[in-house]
């Protein structure tokens, strides 16, 4: 198998030459930029496996790269890396069609598994995010306001039990043994979560990150 | 022999500029005129209404307010300047200057042996003179800041600063009818007589003189509350401004300056920037941070991470699904989630140790994880310390359950949970 082309999205050099140094040999870096519009540009020009995207930056950010390619026809797979922590940036740049997130702060092997995963079309979900999906789909209905489609806008005891092992630290491999299940069934629990964050219409859901905030 | 020299990193924060200066100084910028009045009660410790005060009505008494302004105006440095007006312009030596001022010395000098009774000139005139003499010669001599100072000290007055910025014609247009409704006002007024009879001219008479005030004046006066919104937004602005340059100040700027310190160091450079990077991302992110749930299981569990990420190589992943308040159940499982972060950081040998907690309606669920070298936990002693009294036993005390499954080579998983308290049936 040929090694994933990769296009790094990133405003900070610092950030882009250390990536690059890092993923020497393991992918094959494609091109980089440091703007969204050159961003969308090269992207839709080169057609890489995979971007790796920095949520912020100026000018609309990593949001506003996805949006656009997509729009434009891009078949490359996103996977969003940002040093934020917080709730809405990752729910929100999940929901514009990342399929993954990870934190800079992940190490080497985890970033190139993630990478290899997201460009076979299997979802990445780093512990937080994992977390905050949990979170989000935790909260009750009461007054079933939000017109609750079950197919969308609830997660099946499976798939809360591999995002509880994800939020525990557990790699895709532990998961399956643990659950009995094979590694292939862990990845489509995954990213059928990812489905769910990405079309549920819930009210909660697209206020959760914002009210969390604020309360 | 060896002088132990003790490092000390002093930073110094950058101080509002706060103190009373030496000399009565002219406060220009912040004051009314030319700052005389403001200059003086820093100096004397009072408040500068009152000097205000003070100088309003010795003008109105004696005119001699006004001569005392323009003389203090002429003698006094402005606060950022270094020399006086007066030491200006003797320092040119231009003849002009000097007879001018000479001509200002004299006429002083005239009120001053016309208070000792030497009266055979019109004391008003001559103060009145003086006073607008020397006002002029404060502007004239004053440096560029101070001119643009009163400049924009004109502009903001009603009728001299709507000439200053719109030029006559678009004055006219509005005095001229004003000061026409003004005059009718006053005169039907005067012409009242009896009481009923005039009832209507009356009202005519008040509506005209409000009227012509209110075009005169309205124009400047809604500027003005145009300006004093517009300058609290920019006061909100800058205080804000200043909040974050302080907190960065005080936390990243440390930090930067003491990882440059121990540079050589890697562990320590290490161990310094997560601690930071904690700080500054609970301050940016996290609404709890300070929040009303100041004790809640979520912080508490964030302050397990902060002690164990000090005292250890590890980085330490926390997720918290939900949160609840502190109280003895939950305070026995973070105690015990922290003797199990530490264990796993002092005898796993992983980088990072993962601390998951679960809230929901009735249990509390914490999980500590590593993917460390393991163990065998037949092998361990039944009364080894660690994990039997500090984990175990805390958490069932409040009626919970603990679990150890490790595997040698691949990791170790503790496992707390616990009803939560007022739960029970």
């Known amino acids: 198998m040929s090694l994933p082309t990769v296009f790094l999205v990133d405003d900070h050099q610092l950030i882009r030459s250390g990536l690059k140094v890092e993923l020497a040999g393991a992918v094959e870096v494609i091109g980089e930029a440091d703007e969204v519009d050159a961003a969308v540009e090269l992207i839709i020009e080169r057609r890489p496996d995979v971007v790796l995207l920095d949520v912020h930056m100026p000018n609309g950010g990593g949001q506003r790269v996805l949006r656009e390619s997509l729009e434009a026809g891009s078949t490359s797979k996103f996977l969003a890396l940002s040093v934020s922590d917080a709730a809405e940036d990752v729910i929100s740049i999940v929901r514009a069609g990342a399929r993954g997130y990870v934190t800079k702060s992940v190490d080497r092997d985890q970033l190139i598994d993630a990478i290899h995963r997201v460009a076979g079309g299997d979802a990445v979900f780093s512990p937080r995010l994992a977390g905050f999906v949990l979170d989000a789909f935790a909260r009750d209905d009461p007054a079933g306001l939000a017109d609750l489609d079950p197919e969308l806008d609830q997660l099946t005891a499976r798939e809360r039990e591999v995002l509880r092992h994800i939020a525990r630290g557990y790699t895709y491999r532990d998961i399956a043994r643990e659950l009995g299940i094979s590694v292939k069934t862990v990845e489509s629990h995954v990213s059928s979560v990812l489905r769910k964050l990405q079309l549920a219409n819930r009210h909660q859901l697209s206020n959760w990150a914002s009210e969390r905030r604020l309360s | 022999m060896g002088v132990s020299t003790t490092e000390r990193i002093v930073i110094i924060r950058p101080e509002p500029r706060l103190g009373v200066p030496q000399r009565p100084l002219r406060r220009a910028q912040e004051g009314v005129v030319a700052g005389v009045c403001l200059g003086l009660a820093v100096r004397l410790g009072l408040r500068a209404r009152t000097i205000q005060i003070f100088f309003v009505v010795a003008s109105i008494a004696f005119g001699a307010g006004a001569l005392l302004y323009a003389a203090l105006w002429l003698l006094l440095v402005r606060s950022g300047e270094t020399d006086s007006i007066v030491q200006r312009l003797t320092r040119r030596r231009a003849p002009a200057n000097l007879v001018i001022i000479g001509l200002l010395a004299a006429m002083v000098l005239l009120v001053a042996l016309h208070s000792l009774g030497a009266g055979w000139f019109g004391v008003t005139l001559v103060v009145a003179v003086t006073a607008i003499a020397g006002g002029a010669l404060g502007v004239w001599g004053a440096s560029h800041d101070e001119r643009a100072h009163l400049r924009s000290v004109i502009e903001a007055t009603p009728l001299s600063g709507a000439l200053a910025v719109r030029g006559w014609r678009a004055v006219a247009w509005r005095v001229v009818p004003g000061i026409a ?80 310190r121990v540079a050589e160091d890697p562990a320590q450079v290490r161990r310094i920037a997560r601690t930071q990077e904690r700080e500054l991302r609970q301050w940016l992110y996290d609404p709890r941070a300070g929040a009303e749930m100041a004790d809640s299981l979520a912080v508490a569990l964030g302050g397990v991470v902060a002690d164990v990420e000090a005292d250890y190589q590890v980085r330490v992943e926390l997720v918290v699904v939900g949160d609840a308040p502190m109280d003895d159940v939950a ?14 950081a002092k005898w796993s040998g992983a980088d990072v140790v993962a601390l998951f907690c679960e809230v929901d309606t009735t249990r509390i669920s914490i999980f500590v994880r590593d993917a460390g070298r393991g163990f065998d936990l037949g092998a361990v002693p039944e009364d080894r310390h660690g994990i039997r009294s500090s984990i175990c036993s805390r958490v069932e005390s409040v009626g919970g359950t603990a679990s150890v499954r490790s595997t040698p080579g691949e990791g170790t998983e503790v496992a707390l949970s616990a009803e939560r308290a007022g739960t029970k049936p």
């Not at chain 2, 007589?193 to 004046?217: D, I, R, Y």
């Not at chain 2, 400047?220 to 200043?242: C, H, N, T």
Request: glycine share 8%; no cysteine; charged share 15%.
């Open chain 2, 331 to 344: 305070g026995a499982l973070v105690s015990a989630a922290k003797e199990a972060s530490v264990n796993a």
């Open chain 2, 181 to 260: 409704l003004l005059v009718v006002g006053m005169l039907i007024s005067s012409h009242l007589g009896g009481l009923w009879s005039n009832v209507v001219p009356a009202f005519l008479g008040g509506a005209a003189v409000v009227g012509g005030v209110l075009l005169l004046l309205a124009p400047w006066w809604l500027q003005s509350a145009l300006d004093l919104s517009k300058e609290r937004r920019e006061r909100v602005r800058i205080q804000e401004r200043a909040a974050v340059a302080a907190h960065l100040h005080d936390s990243v700027l440390q930090t930067l300056t003491l990882i440059e």
